[in-house]
DNA sequence: TTCCATGTTAACATTAAGTTTACACAAAGT
DNA sequence: ACTTTGTGTAAACTTAATGTTAACATGGAA
């Protein structure tokens, strides 16, 4: 094996549920957290900040419907993959839910089978992501928290779309990424911005930062390397 | 825009299915091609390498569960997305497909908006650079992610169609490629270029790649060899 | 409000990539 | 040996992607 183990949070009013389904994903190695309503459960992600979310639909406080819609509209919740349980199994919540978001769904009256199945499909494919750490490149580091790029002991701060621009590329040296995959990690994916929007921030980027760590690949994106 | 579009392979002995979902899932922007049985699906899976296959469980010649298995024991097909279609809502067969590698269910009869959700929210969370693989061949590591091919711990960057040829030829070291698969794979379907666009290609990268790792087979294509 | 920093767009310049052309060569068939 | 067929090569050419600049838009702070 690898790595951690993944977090997942469950959401469910139903104690037997979170009992049951809890115990045999921890059975399978998971680190399983549980929330009793749609309140708690955004408690508990914020807090742990979980690789998957299973909601149930039908909730007190606040429906799995609205905790993934909140979720959803923050950064930090972009990735995590979310799976809803739900009684209804008619089409109309099917499509709202992975339209806006969901990855999964998995009908009630719940085969733990099943969902144990479907977890371990979503992860099998999945590769982490990574957290929200300082980024050391050779001469450079990139600090997200105080929000700082230091090049050979010079400080400078970067605006914030290009920031997070040299921290998305940054993160993994030398990976190249697509345009789109730019555009959909720092401008969001339903924003629509023009083709020249991204060039225009790398430029100022690179004008920065002085040293020329951001390579173009034509017809590809941009990569960062040392 | 950007890449090419999706390239999804439905194998299903029912055409009025095959006709509707592929009609819809043009509309989406994807790339559709059809079988009506095991054995076809088997075939066009091969030449066309689809991003996600959608079989039917109940078919002519070979079951879906049996094509399945099939392409899972295949290297080519290892992180090809599949999604089976099936009446049977046992679980059973459910949890069977899951483990042996499929990603997702949609049971019959196919609401057509909830399938297209579904592969919509399939290919959402992919990221394409994630899932391809590097390839080393003796000296040589071809690595799609950081679009670099090293020679000898020479690193070298090529241009997009050069890299995606030599990705493509490496892919399979000792199998010849037609001219034609290798046009369809690198400049795909619709693209009409003229008959020494390839040769030239090629010339390219065995100039840049130094090594002499691409034969020509004469009359038929090129293969990429130790 | 005014100012300033940031973000976006548009227009144009520049460069790289891709394709075609034209011809030289080499192998296979006659 | 000669012709045919398919491939190699270089250079000219076309197309597409990115670089660059400047102007405009926006939103927050003074």
Redesign the interface.
């Given at each position: 094996m690898e790595g951690k183990a993944k977090k997942i949070l469950i959401a469910d009013d139903e104690p037997d549920i979170l009992e049951i389904v809890g115990y045999n994903l921890e059975k399978e190695g998971y680190e399983v957290h549980t929330a009793k309503d749609g309140i708690e459960a955004l408690e508990k992600a914020k807090n742990i900040t979980p690789d998957l979310i299973i909601l149930d639909i039908m909730m007190p406080r606040k429906t799995g419907v609205e905790v993934c819609e909140i979720l959803r509209s923050q950064p930090l919740f972009q990735?995590t993959?979310i799976i809803f349980l739900t009684a209804m199994s008619d089409?109309a919540s099917?499509?709202k839910g992975?339209?806006m978001g969901?990855?999964?769904y998995v009908n009630k009256p719940i085969?733990t089978?099943?969902l144990i199945?479907?977890v371990?499909?979503l992860f099998r494919?999945?590769?982490p992501k990574d957290t929200d750490k300082l980024i050391r490149i050779g001469e450079i580091t990139i600090d997200p928290v105080k929000f700082l790029v230091n090049i050979k002991g010079e400080e400078m701060i970067l605006a914030k779309k290009e920031f997070e621009l040299v921290y998305l590329l940054a993160s993994r040296p030398?990976?190249?990424f697509?345009?789109?995959?730019i555009l959909s990690q720092v401008w969001g994916n339903d924003v629509i911005v023009g083709d020249r929007t991204i060039d225009v921030h790398i430029r100022k980027v690179r004008q920065k930062l002085g040293v020329d760590c951001i390579?173009t690949?034509?017809?590809?994106g941009y990569?960062f390397d040392a």
């Open positions: 990735d993959f089409e099917q499509i992975l339209e969901a990855d999964d085969s089978k099943v199945s479907r371990n499909a494919r999945i590769n030398g990976r190249v697509l345009r789109n995959e390579t690949v034509k017809g590809v990569k």
